[in-house]
């Protein structure tokens, strides 16, 4: 599990420094596996491949979505839906802590390789070496590339 401080202004000029808490169970990443295609794995390095800037933009906005909940007061819980069945995202990524959130995650690859081994359970964590050089894949940084040469395209969604 992890505890992630975002620092944001929310709607009202508001600054604020909140905690909030993102896991994928073993559970959940064998779902996200088994549930496509050749493997999630295998998708992602045909995506990276590619180049694909906009399917990558978009997987991690899923993993933010997917990880994203509440941790019982008794830590016994991680609940990812209100007592109506409502996800719990959605209120979330309605915040300018989601944007803040998701904005680090895709211009910094040190910041993606953190969040998703926080994630992840401590069994299933990969090498800090192996996380950066997939995390650099993913982002198009080269061994050549400064960090300010890196640049995160944004998609938008059309209704």
Do not use: C, W
């Amino acid at each position: 599990m992890l505890k992630k401080n975002i620092k944001y202004t929310d709607y009202n000029g508001v600054e604020r420094n909140e905690d909030f808490y993102f896991n994928l169970t073993k559970a959940e990443i064998m779902e996200m596996q088994m549930g496509t295609t050749g493997g999630l794995a295998d998708m992602i390095a045909k995506i990276v491949a590619t180049q694909d800037t906009p399917k990558i933009v978009e997987i991690f906005k899923n993993i933010i979505k997917k990880a994203y909940g509440e941790k019982s007061a008794d830590g016994k819980r991680f609940m990812k839906k209100d007592e109506n069945g409502v996800p719990l995202v959605n209120s979330f990524e309605d915040t300018e802590a989601f944007s803040e959130l998701f904005m680090e995650l895709a211009t910094d690859d040190k910041a993606a390789a953190a969040f998703i081994n926080g994630i992840i359970p401590a069994d299933m964590h990969v090498s800090e070496e192996k996380q950066q050089e997939l995390m650099n894949e993913m982002l198009g940084v080269t061994p050549e590339t400064k960090p300010e040469q890196v640049e995160a395209e944004v998609v938008t969604k059309s209704e």
